[in-house]
């Protein structure tokens, strides 16, 4: 569950008007990719059976309408964020550390044209709200439940990661091989570093055969090149495959794709 848990840090009054453009120009490129994004969520889940909801997902745990109310409960949540990062004003993204969780269990039974009225409702409070930003609030410091901060003008590619991940997780038709080129590009190298550290790793390098991308991670004796489309190396590293359809070797050595290491849950 890929959820970003944050909580609103200080806008940023005076910012160098050069990089508040810079952040608002990352940030209107990627609200473009949420509005597709949420098109095709909207679209696929459109094709859903009124009985899908009560379905499993691919989270354990978790049935469709438990992902469903997810994705829109996010939404909703980065609007305080924004709203935060406008404002200055320390709004956390959640009410309280047990709302997250009660609110996806109170949503997740609603009927099918509920939750999917609710996920473009909230998908058109969060387009609203980011459209409220002057530009140097882009630049503005968002601090992550764990401590780290991060700018907001991050927050729409955080909105897009939940979509396209929780997707997938529906268990429907939605597969990473539909993910757009574009977001399966950018996450590539974030989640290779991600995982850069990660103890009792083999020391990997990852070709993508179709953008000509490579990353590392992992710094263990033993060594493996990993092969494949930049969708299948960006599914596998974020857990949505088991690496069927990448090319493992050792030592020039092809090895089936069970030779990849077991990679800790994407954060």
Same mark, same amino acid.
């Given at each position: 569950m890929t959820d970003s848990h944050a909580d609103s840090g200080s806008a940023a009054p005076g910012a160098d008007p050069a990089a508040a453009r810079t952040a608002a120009g990352i940030a209107a490129a990627r609200l473009r990719a949420v509005e597709e994004s949420t098109a095709t969520l909207l679209r696929e889940t459109g094709g859903l059976t009124p009985t899908a909801v009560a379905e499993p997902s691919?989270?354990?745990?978790?049935?469709?309408?438990?992902?469903? !109310?997810?994705?829109?409960?996010?939404?909703?949540?980065?609007?305080?964020?924004?709203?935060?990062?406008?404002?200055?004003?320390?709004?956390?993204?959640?009410?309280?550390? !047990?709302?997250?969780?009660?609110?996806?269990?109170?949503?997740?039974?609603?009927?099918?044209?509920?939750?999917?009225?609710?996920?473009?409702?909230?998908?058109?409070?969060?387009?609203?709200? &980011?459209?409220?930003?002057?530009?140097?609030?882009? !630049?503005?410091?968002?601090?992550?439940r764990s401590g780290y901060l991060f700018p907001a003008y991050e927050l729409p590619l955080k909105r897009q990661m939940e979509i396209e991940y929780h997707l997938v997780d529906l268990g429907a038709d939605y597969t990473p091989g539909q993910w757009p080129t574009?977001? &399966?590009?950018?996450?590539?190298?974030?989640?290779?570093?991600?995982?850069?550290?990660?103890?009792?790793?083999?020391?990997?390098?990852?070709?993508? !055969?179709?953008?000509?991308?490579?990353?590392?991670?992992g710094d263990g004796p033993e060594q493996l090149t990993v092969q494949g489309p930049v969708r299948t190396l960006a599914a596998w590293l974020s857990g949505r495959s088991d690496g069927t359809g990448l090319h493992v070797h050792r030592d020039g050595t092809e090895l089936d794709h069970t030779a990849l290491p077991q990679l800790p849950p994407m954060g």
């Open positions: 691919a989270l354990p745990g978790w049935t469709k309408g438990h992902v469903l !109310t997810h994705i829109a409960r996010n939404a909703d949540s980065l609007v305080n964020l924004l709203n935060g990062a406008r404002t200055g004003q320390d709004i956390p993204q959640y009410a309280s550390p !047990t709302a997250r969780d009660e609110d996806i269990e109170l949503g997740a039974p609603r009927p099918l044209a509920e939750q999917l009225a609710d996920l473009a409702a909230s998908h058109e409070r969060f387009m609203a709200a &980011a459209a409220q930003l002057p530009d140097e609030a882009w !630049t503005a410091q968002i601090r992550h574009g977001f &399966a590009e950018g996450e590539l190298p974030r989640l290779a570093e991600q995982f850069e550290k990660t103890e009792g790793l083999p020391t990997l390098t990852l070709a993508a !055969t179709d953008t000509g991308q490579r990353a590392a991670l």
